[in-house]
């Protein structure tokens, strides 16, 4: 089973901030918080990871809490080209633990 | 570099008929997983190789079988496929460091059973 929770859906408007919450209450200390997302029907699409600190790339930062149990993606200046399902996996450094998707966020730009 | 090749694209089957769905990957990663996505639904993990010569269990491995050929290929393969298969397939690879494992994925097979 998925390790982590997601809001099915959400909506945020065009050039304003997209912060999709996840919450993975049962997180252990070697296990990292990756996010993807999937346009359309396409595969899905690396976004960013971190383990405690706050990690910014060029698409987007990731925020986690002090105790581990939830993050936020924030993708800062929203586009119609970021609709799109968002997920929010939790994945152990070891190599045979599974990545496995739960159902995710769809998240709808609104123009 | 072409990333994750995955063929066919499209298949057609008829209920019993069997398939192997091909994947290969050119960036010498370690790992490979096979997925499905049904319609509106997320993906769920059908199998994965976490090195050459090695296969495990995912979410929903009934129905199916796999093969890790080599380091670049994973196959995938319905021995009698049914209705409930009909699905879109995803291969993805990854490189394990332990401390950044993205994932790359395919484009997909849509599968249908009839």
């Known amino acids: 089973d998925a390790k982590t929770t997601q809001p099915p859906s959400m909506d945020c408007a065009e050039g304003r901030a997209a912060n999709l919450p996840c919450n993975h209450s049962t997180i252990s200390g070697n296990e990292y918080v990756y996010w993807y997302r999937q346009i359309h029907s396409q595969g899905p699409q690396y976004i960013i990871h971190?383990?405690?600190n706050n990690e910014t790339n060029e698409m987007a930062s990731l925020i986690i809490t002090e105790d581990r149990k939830s993050s936020t993606l924030i993708l800062p200046h929203a586009t119609l080209r970021d609709t799109a399902v968002y997920y929010c996996i939790v994945k152990a450094v070891n190599r045979d633990d599974k990545i496995i998707f739960g159902k995710g966020t769809r998240l709808h730009i609104l123009p | 570099n072409a990333g994750v090749t995955q063929t066919p694209k499209f298949q057609v089957l008829k209920t019993g008929q069997s398939m192997t769905l091909q994947c290969a990957q050119d960036m010498n990663h370690n790992s490979m997983y096979w997925y499905r996505q049904d319609p509106g639904m997320g993906l769920r993990l059908i199998y994965y190789s976490a090195s050459e010569g090695t296969t495990d269990k995912g979410e929903v491995p009934n129905g199916y079988n796999v093969s890790r050929l080599n380091k670049r290929e994973f196959s995938l393969r319905l021995e009698s496929a049914a209705p409930s298969q009909t699905s879109v397939y995803f291969c993805?690879?990854?490189?394990?460091?332990?401390?950044?494992?993205?994932?790359?994925f395919g484009s997909g097979t849509q599968l249908s059973v009839l």
């Open positions: 993805a690879s990854s490189d394990w460091t332990g401390f950044n494992e993205k994932l790359f």
């Open positions: 971190g383990l405690k």
